[in-house]
């Protein structure tokens, strides 16, 4: 048999090729993963400000309402307060017209 001497440079080539085409993969995939990591963040900080916003909201909600119904409450004291001594009157002249008679 006769010996030939077998030339590894098409080889090299194409592991070469295939190192790069490597590379950038594992280029493409750590940016992906850096804006699934980005995209992931910014819908955690979305949840979080969703759920602040619904809290304060809450608040002005329950602030308002509370302001209104101590308004109502006044009202309705000083209502009170006007026809008790409206009926207090009412009760003296009463008993004194029964005194009279």
Same mark, same amino acid.
């Given at each position: 048999?006769?010996?030939? &001497?077998?030339?590894? *440079?098409?080889? &090299?080539?194409?592991? @070469? !090729? ?8 594992? @280029? *493409?995939? &750590?940016? =992906? =993963?850096?804006?699934? %990591? ?8 979305? #949840?979080?400000? #969703? ?8 608040? =002005?909600? @329950? ?7 101590? %308004?109502?409450?006044? &009202?309705?004291? %000083?209502?009170?307060?006007? !026809?008790?001594?409206? $009926?207090?009157? !009412? $009760?003296?002249? $009463?008993?004194?017209? #029964? %005194? @009279?008679?």
């Amino acid at each position: 048999m006769a010996t030939e &001497a077998i030339s590894l *440079d098409f080889l &090299a080539k194409q592991s @070469k !090729i295939q190192m790069d085409e490597m590379r950038l993969l594992r @280029k *493409d995939m &750590a940016d =992906m =993963m850096r804006l699934l %990591n980005a995209t992931y963040e910014l819908t955690r900080r979305i #949840e979080r400000r #969703e759920s602040e916003l619904r809290d304060d909201i809450e608040l =002005m909600v @329950k602030m308002e309402l509370g302001g209104s119904l101590a %308004n109502i409450q006044t &009202a309705i004291h %000083n209502s009170l307060s006007r !026809i008790e001594e409206s $009926v207090g009157d !009412i $009760v003296q002249r $009463v008993e004194t017209l #029964e %005194n @009279k008679f």
